[in-house]
């Protein structure tokens, strides 16, 4: 298992459940209002808006949702101002962990972050501690039984992606974010589906994490942190073994 793309189908799954639909829906609309407030409410000229939109309606977020989080973004609704930033540290076996944040009080978040570390067997680190570690990358990832990999290859090249990474049961196809609609359209302009699309941070080295009970103690730190209200997003570099990621979860 290797980094945010297996995460981040381990949360999908787990967030698919009614239970979770309030709180994906309050991290998507924080983003829409912040890409709206920073590069205005008209999605053609906005591509972190344009992001954000396509977030929301994968999630099925009602449209008239998805424009009432806009017109607040713009201030053209009373709104709540959120304020990003991030934080970083280190969890079980020295995994690298970045933590993004949209928050309406700073002190608040910090405390609570700080908590979960402590909690969870991590440790909270200075500005830049592990961010060096990670690369801005698009992401586009494909389940290896549901798509012929040549055909996944031919479409990635011709499109422009970086690159396309054989793991245990995905292909991962990397861009640069410049690029990353361009390429995420043509995929979609061959009806290939893909099992998730979009920004985020790749690891450039993972950390193999093979303890059973280790491993146990590092998904609940990432799911502890990612349940916060005020976190948005979490990224690590662990790498965990398909048989022990079945035995935990």
């Known amino acids: ?16 459940m009614d239970a979770k639909r309030g709180k994906i829906f309050s991290k ?6 912040v890409a709206a407030r920073l590069g205005g409410g008209d999605p053609t000229g906005n591509p972190r808006l344009r992001q954000a939109i396509a977030a929301a309606k994968t999630e099925n977020m009602p449209k008239d949702n998805i424009e009432r989080a806009i017109k607040k973004g713009t201030g053209e609704l ?14 079980p076996g020295g995994v690298a962990v970045l933590v993004e944040v949209m928050t309406d ?59 396309v990474v054989t ?13 990353f609609e361009a390429v995420k359209q043509a995929f979609d302009d061959r009806e290939l589906v893909y099992a998730m699309a979009e920004i985020t941070m790749v690891p450039q080295n993972t950390v193999k994490i093979d303890n059973e009970p280790q ?19 979490v ?6 073994p398909d048989e022990i990621l079945q035995r935990i979860t």
């Open 235 to 240: 990224y690590a570099n662990f790498d965990i």
């Open 167 to 179: 793991t245990e049961d995905q292909f991962e196809v990397h861009t640069e974010p410049a690029i």
């Open 28 to 33: 998507l609309n924080k983003e829409l209002m």
């Open 215 to 233: 491993a146990s103690q590092l998904l609940k730190l990432m799911e502890a942190i990612e349940d916060s209200d005020d976190v948005q997003k």
């Open 78 to 91: 009373e709104g709540v101002s959120y304020e990003e930033t991030i934080y970083e540290g280190y969890g």
């Open 105 to 163: 009080n700073r002190n608040r978040a910090a405390a609570d972050i700080r908590f979960i570390f402590n909690k969870r067997g991590g440790n909270l680190g200075e500005a830049g501690c592990v961010a060096w570690m990670f690369d801005k990358k698009g992401l586009i990832v494909f389940e290896q039984d549901l798509v012929d990999e040549d055909e996944i290859l031919e479409v990635a090249l011709e499109a422009g992606a970086d690159d």
């Open 1 to 16: 298992m290797s980094g945010h793309s297996k995460w981040h189908s381990i949360r999908h799954k787990k967030g698919a």
